[in-house]
């Protein structure tokens, strides 16, 4: 079945720097967009980023343009998101999500799948 699988996360000061990782499985990982979704505490799902299939278009939201960066290994089955100049506002759970569109898909969208997230933390 399918498998997604975060890692990375920790507790990170203001302005530094984390690397999220996700390890896909159980389906063609090279045919499929993938995203980034979060959840801060106490609110909503929040979109952050979406990679094309082969690693080459990316989208992100305004609130991480020009500091996030995500990626992909094909050959890996592998999701990145380097995350720099982090800030107090990006603590939350980072989701690796697999799903077509550059949004956050309903928790019951059987064409979604989910990981069980990763917990980063930015704090002094």
């Known amino acids: 079945q399918v498998q997604l699988v975060e890692s990375g996360g920790g507790l990170v000061q203001p302005g530094g720097s984390l690397r999220l990782s996700c390890a896909a499985s159980?389906?063609?990982?090279?045919?499929?967009?993938m995203n980034w979704v979060r959840q801060a505490p106490g609110k909503g799902l929040e979109w952050v980023s979406w990679i094309d299939s082969v690693g080459t278009f990316a989208l992100y939201s305004d609130s991480v343009e020009g500091r996030f960066t995500i990626s992909r290994d094909n050959a890996k089955n592998l999701l990145y998101l380097q995350m720099n100049n982090l800030k107090p506002e990006d603590t939350g759970v980072y989701y690796c999500?697999?799903?077509?569109?550059?949004?956050?898909?309903?928790?019951?969208?059987?064409?979604?799948?989910w990981g069980q997230g990763t917990q980063v933390t930015v704090s002094s």
């Open positions: 999500v697999r799903f077509l569109s550059p949004r956050v898909p309903a928790r019951d969208d059987g064409r979604a799948s």
């Open positions: 159980g389906f063609t990982y090279s045919d499929n967009p």
